[in-house]
């Protein structure tokens, strides 16, 4: 693709990989940040030394700087022109309670933590972009560059927003991107609407009565309970939810008894519960509670739910995805972008600050099959892709420049 239309502060738009040569003289800064925080993992709101990094880093670059939002966020803030409009973009920091396999120089220093869904690549691609801005980008208005502690789980947008987030950075709109594995390296994937599916953990509790083996009819059997709620689970998704619409009920662990001649007095059931509509996710929960209570008292036994709700359906609003693939399309052109790609079932906690600011949630291949970056993100033997910090961090450029004209 041809040079676009933009080059101001001597930052020149180009195709591919590449913002110019600010970017490519500079990249290898970043993957060497990306390395080092790989090699470091913290937790959910144990993000210590990364916000550390990321703090000292913008304010070396000359970001207004606050700390401690969500106890371990940060946002860097910086403001051109007269313009009171602002932007938002936000990248996750924290890593996972996974061992990371394989051997490379920086490979997690900390035994059962590792960086196992991109976050750290995540945090160094829009710290290259925020380098950019500083240095090189022209624009009029107020850009807020969110670094998010604990989206693994712990809802860290929520504490972000709890501490006045968006009253203390107000933000027109709000994007983040997320690299996903088994799609070519680089390529820009955007959707319009529901996205990424809400998340609920479920936890049944089965009460009966305990014997033994050898005289089943003076128990109440908890692991046939269990059995027949599994598979009776099953219909939800095939009977009762539209055909047309997404849905996942997950039986994940299944704990009861530990001898063969014990009928066991408990048994415990661990769900996952998906969906990518609000209607299917009410009724999805619904359903479990009345086939669960229902199918216990047939066999006797008593069942308690304990239902968590979780992260919500991640709605992206059709204009800023419009923008936002129309940027990515003049940057990269349209063999690496497509602007209406497929929903997925994972879950994001970036769908409740699209509750409240317009904005999108979009993709970054980092790795197509058969290649290295192709391995899964919460895999042991997963890594995040060096080669697109670069082109992410040009698109977090030229939507700015785009955004704040």
Known sequence: MAESESERGGVTLRDGNYLGHALTERIGEFIQIRRDIHAHPELAFEEHRTAALVAGKLRDWGYEVTTGLGQTGVVGTLRRGKSTRSLGLRADMDALPIHEAGSRAWTSTKPGLMHGCGHDGHTATLLAAARLMAQDLDFDGVVHLIFQPAEEGAGGAVQMMADGLFERFPCDAVFALHNMPGIEAGRFVF????????????????????????????????????????????????????????????????????????????????????????????????????????????FGVQAS?????????????????????????????????????????????FSFMLQRVPGCYFFVGNGGPGTPGACNVHNPGYDFNDDIIAPGAAFWVALTERFLA
């Open 191 to 298: 959707r319009s609407g529901p996205t990424m599916a809400s998340s609920d953990n479920v936890t049944i509790h089965l009460k009966g009565r305990g014997g033994h083996g050898a005289f089943p009819h003076q128990s109440v059997d908890t692991v046939v309970a269990a059995a027949s709620i599994v598979m009776a689970l099953q219909t939800i998704v095939s009977r009762n939810v539209d055909p047309l619409k997404t849905a996942v009920v997950t039986v994940g662990a299944l704990h009861a008894g530990e001898a063969n001649n014990v009928i066991p007095e408990d048994a415990r059931l661990e769900l996952s519960v998906r969906a990518l509509d609000t209607d299917v996710r009410a009724l999805l929960k619904e359903r479990i509670l009345a086939l669960v209570d229902q199918q216990a008292a047939s």
């Open 305 to 349: 739910i304990d239902w968590r709700a979780g992260y919500a359906v991640l709605v992206n609003t059709p204009q800023e995805t419009a923008l936002a693939a129309d940027v990515a399309l003049r940057l990269f052109g349209t063999e690496r972008v497509d602007p209406n790609g497929p929903m997925f079932t994972a879950s994001e906690d």
